[in-house]
């Protein structure tokens, strides 16, 4: 007979004197918490309650909506902060988090989930950190993946809203002061989201370099601080690319400095290629 993992005594003291739980037990023994569970119904000692806490504030679940749902995954991965209130597996509330020095950053997020639940704003000397309170319907931004799911890949108007979501993110779109040429760029440390993009780009007749190595891990820019990871950018530079991209994507840019530099970007390409 296997020897039983948890003796009736051990268990009594994990559980129900030192209150630990159902994981934090199965990671001590390396088992799965299930395991745990059933040991409990063996030995019958009662499951605790699990308090609920109570929701105080009105609100609305998810829309469902493919296009909503793929710009945020895409604004999710560059700029978001998501977890479970407290960090317990239990909680009803998933909380989104961002802290920007930026306003229309705060106003951008404040505008994506308002209309879905409560939001906190918290300002500080040097940044002001917006926290948005959800229901359980919004559980599809908790995971972090450098990987682009492939229901968006799928479609080319979901796969602009991811786009665009990212670049509202972590994107740049400017027309450089010296040489009057319009360009985007996207810098990130998702190596494998930059390089799915080029190759959709790359499908869908936007043609830009390769995805290219800016700092490596354990650099620095300067005086700042040291790269945790290897750092990577894409960059869409060519007249009739970026015409091409601001068509796919202005449908749903929503950051109103991305936007306005994308007008003047698509002014400066248009004019460039006698469109004006």
Not at 144 to 158: E, G, H, S
Not at 256 to 264: A, N, S, T, W, Y
Request: with cysteine; charged share 25%; proline share 3%.
């Amino acid at each position: 007979m296997a020897t039983a993992l948890f003796t009736e005594k051990e268990l009594r003291d994990l559980y129900v004197r030192q209150r630990l739980s159902l994981n934090a037990i199965a990671k001590r023994r390396g088992c799965h918490q299930e395991t745990v569970r059933q040991y409990l119904i063996q030995y019958g000692i009662s499951r605790r309650s699990v308090a609920v806490a109570k929701i105080i504030y009105p609100r609305r679940s998810f829309s469902g909506q493919p296009i909503e749902k793929a710009y945020l995954l895409g604004f999710r991965a560059g700029d978001l902060c998501v977890y479970k209130a407290n960090h317990r597996e239990t909680s009803q509330t998933i909380t989104v988090a961002c802290a920007s020095t930026v306003k229309e950053q705060i106003d951008l997020v404040r505008s994506l989930f308002e209309q879905y639940g409560h939001i906190g704003l918290s300002e500080g000397e040097r940044q002001t950190v917006i926290t948005c309170y959800l229901d359980l319907s919004f559980d599809f931004l908790l995971e972090k993946d450098d990987r682009i799911p492939d229901w968006i890949l799928a479609d080319q108007n979901w796969f602009a809203a991811y786009f665009a979501g990212y670049i509202d993110a972590e994107g740049c779109i400017q027309v450089k002061r010296h040489t009057r040429a319009a360009e985007v760029v996207i810098r990130s440390y998702e190596v494998n989201i930059l390089r799915t993009c080029w190759g959709i780009l790359q499908k869908l007749g936007i043609v830009c370099p390769p995805v290219y190595l800016i700092k490596r891990k354990g650099e620095r820019d300067a005086q700042g601080p040291l790269y945790h990871k290897d750092y990577w950018g894409l960059g869409i530079y060519r007249r009739e690319s970026l015409l091409q991209l601001f068509n796919l994507i202005a449908p749903d840019l929503k950051h109103p400095k991305r936007r306005q530099d994308m007008l003047v970007a698509w002014d400066n390409v248009k004019t460039r290629l006698g469109i004006l």
